[in-house]
């Protein structure tokens, strides 16, 4: 039987992704005419009910927007909160939130890499299912998950929601004995890092490009996390490259404070969650843009298991265009995190008090750290007394709610030109082609559905 | 024990941060173990295996703020034995529920250019205003301690042993000195329900109530303490109103603060 006739496919709830979508497909003689990623995640109103809180709120309230990126809500909270106030933290203090965020990029990216995607790449449901087969690789990942939580957990109180962020830094600071077991368990596990990274680059990859504009944070010299630039590195074909190019493009930059004049939300009928454009253009921020900004200043381990892993040398200009690959890039940034925490660790002296004191004044500020998922902003007015009277959040996955589209169209396209798959493989495609961008839908405003309609102009 | 004799085990999601379902992949030492004697069989986070049912436990996390998901925890409940909310969303509304103070229309303005493509109801409402609920186990997020022990009460057919004092005798436990006595800090621990171990005095805060009411509330005395520590009428109801808002007890104290 031919499937290139008119046809309806139904996925239940998209699985291994954080939150509810659905997704609609139109096919017609071969062609995607038009993919919908449909986001149900119940609205829960949080930018509605910051206004009239206090400023010392958002870092603790926003932070149950996702709670598997709470330190990432928390602390473009405090950068926007702080700027607002015209406060700079540094030094040790913001040394040990990078620590901190470090911990939540370990626990998250290591949860996708080994919980929510690898099973794609090994024809299983689930983790639980994997460890029937491949129990060592599960524990290990289960072990990395746990090193990551431990960060969270010391600094944090807990590794969800944690408790220990304020305004100014945290409510209390780890001494140098506290720190140094983690150090320990922290070396540990970066072996175990380095084993999943060639884990994982030994999967099979479909060729698959993107042509999307790549936004991510910039701070020469570090790979940014919890701070930096937003930067921008255009399509390949802007180029005349073709979308799988792994080469690097130019790369231009703008000021945080514009970011609302750049990063622009607009709301589609089929979607909880605002969709926006960069410049007026498709953008991706996320593992693969900050792979392609930042690759350069990853950690000589980083860079040297990047390149025995088939990602060529970020130095040289190599950037990861296929999606399907940023399970090896998250493999990647997760050895970087766990060595950039021990290299925290190690030149940890205490600050002289917890925090610095963040009086409050009337004024917007703007904060943007890179969350796992990808560049998250925050921006916050306040009236003289510290009221919030307006707030915005631009979370990653609304971001690439656009690009995950477009990636959609062109991995079906493909496939329908290869052949004629059948309604189960086409829906797996799919599943694969969404989770290769782990979104999280909890942030971006939750289920997927997958209807494919099928012209008949095929048949 | 095959797939078949082992007691199936399904976890659902209504509106919420994914915090609490997130906590049972947060048992790294425990995950593969439970897994051995429970089957996992509804998990969309976790897994893209999908069983219909029924359930012999069901771990339900979020609250209610659609008409679909009115009628969707129906359905969850008709397909489960026993059927346990996880976390301050399931257990109280969540933070989503201070928009039952608010006009919900005004809400869906501020975020939504087009707020009529948006089908959300007027409150955040937790499972049980809805449907017979097993067991409450509180906190935002959920303890993750306290969610092994719900998981083995319910195959060893007992009770969870989950105490529901006040975070204060979590704090005598830890040995930590109390803020509020010794700093004058305000801290919701004497009318807060234990269960994440006392975590924010031992970090040198006040404790903010995101485990939601204990069994003994005392609001008339107590609401004096935070006043003499420095918090006006505002601060009060501020943080009265968070994850656990809607929670009677924490909504009477903040509504009686506001009509003084």
């Not at chain 1, 829906?427 to 942030?443: F, G, W």
Request: proline share 6%.
């Amino acid at each position: 039987m031919t499937h290139r006739g008119s046809r309806v496919l139904h996925v239940g709830s998209l699985a291994r992704v954080e939150g509810e979508s659905a997704l609609h497909l139109l096919v017609d003689g071969g062609e995607v005419t038009e993919a919908r990623l449909a986001i149900y995640e119940p609205p829960r109103f949080f930018e509605a009910f910051l206004r009239g809180r206090s400023y010392t709120e958002p870092p603790d309230i926003t932070s149950r927007i996702c709670g598997i990126c709470p330190v990432a809500y928390q602390l473009s909270a405090c950068r926007a909160l702080e700027d607002a106030c015209g406060v700079t933290v540094d030094g040790q203090l913001a040394a040990l939130r990078r620590l901190l965020y470090c911990g939540e990029w370990i626990e998250s990216q290591t949860l996708h890499v080994h919980l929510l995607h690898a099973p794609d790449f090994l024809g299983c449901a689930g983790a639980v299912e994997l460890a029937r087969t491949r129990r060592a690789d599960v524990e290990r990942g289960l072990r990395l998950k746990q090193a990551g939580n431990a960060i969270v957990e010391l600094l944090g109180g807990r590794a969800i929601h944690p408790v220990n962020v304020r305004l100014g830094g945290f409510h209390r600071i780890p001494s140098v004995a506290e720190l140094r077991p983690l150090a320990e368990k922290l070396r540990r596990a970066r072996d175990d890092a380095q084993e999943t990274v060639r884990w994982v680059a030994g999967f099979e990859f479909p060729d698959a490009g993107c042509d999307h504009d790549l936004l991510a944070l910039a701070e020469p010299g570090t790979y940014a996390i919890e701070s930096g630039t937003p930067a921008v590195m255009p399509a390949p074909t802007t180029a005349g490259l073709p979308a799988g190019s792994d080469r690097a493009l130019p790369i231009r930059t703008f000021e945080l404070h514009t970011f609302g004049g750049h990063v622009v939300e607009r709301q589609v009928p089929h979607s909880t969650a605002l969709h926006s454009r960069l410049d007026g253009r498709r953008h991706l921020t996320g593992t693969l843009a900050r792979y392609a900004i930042s690759g350069r200043w990853l950690s000589p381990i980083a860079l040297q298991a990047a390149q025995d892993a088939g990602l060529g040398d970020p130095r040289q200009g190599t950037v990861c265009r296929n999606p399907f690959r940023s399970i090896v890039v998250r493999a990647v940034e997760v050895l970087h995190a766990l060595d950039e925490a021990v290299r925290i660790i190690d030149a940890y002296e205490p600050a002289p008090r917890p925090y610095v004191d963040v009086p409050a004044r009337a004024g917007t500020g703007h904060g943007a750290t890179e969350a796992p998922r990808g560049l998250l902003y925050h921006r916050y007015t306040l009236d003289e007394d510290g009221t919030v009277t307006d707030a915005v959040l631009v979370p990653p996955t609304a971001q690439n709610q656009g690009a995950i589209e477009e990636d959609l169209r062109r991995i079906v396209r493909d496939r329908l030109r290869a052949g004629d798959p059948g309604d189960a493989e086409l829906t797996a495609l799919c599943e694969r082609a969404i989770r290769n961008h782990d979104p999280c839908i909890s942030c971006s405003a939750h289920f997927l559905d997958l209807t494919v309609e099928r012209g008949e102009s095929g048949s | 024990m095959t797939a078949s004799d082992r007691p199936k085990l399904a976890v659902w999601k209504f509106a919420s941060c994914d915090g609490c379902q997130l906590t049972l992949l947060d048992c790294e030492d425990e995950l593969l173990g439970i897994a051995e004697r429970i089957e996992i069989s509804h998990f969309l986070e976790a897994s893209s295996a999908t069983d219909p049912g029924p359930f012999d436990l069901s771990l339900v996390e979020g609250s209610v703020t659609t008409p679909q998901d009115a009628e969707r925890i129906q359905h969850v409940r008709a397909v489960s034995k026993r059927l346990v909310t996880i976390g301050a969303c399931a257990t109280a509304g969540g933070v989503q529920a201070l928009r039952n103070y608010a006009d919900v229309a005004e809400f869906q303005a501020v975020v939504y250019a087009r707020p009529d493509y948006i089908d959300t109801l007027a409150t955040s409402t937790p499972i049980s205003a809805h449907v017979a609920v097993d067991f409450e186990l509180r906190g935002c997020p959920i303890d993750r301690g306290q969610l092994v022990e719900v998981i083995t009460a319910y195959l060893a057919g007992r009770r969870p042993d989950v105490p529901a004092h006040s975070v204060c005798f979590e704090c005598k436990q830890r040995g930590t000195t109390c803020v509020t006595v010794a700093h004058g800090t305000p801290c919701l621990g004497p009318v807060t329900h234990a269960g994440c171990g006392a975590l924010c005095p031992a970090y040198g805060r006040g404790c903010y109530g995101c485990f939601g009411p204990s069994d003994s509330t005392n609001f008339p005395s107590f609401i004096p303490l935070l006043r003499r520590d420095g918090m006006d009428t505002l601060d009060i109801v501020r943080v009265l109103r968070t994850f656990n808002t809607a929670a009677p007890e924490f909504d009477d104290a903040s509504r009686k603060e506001l009509d003084q």
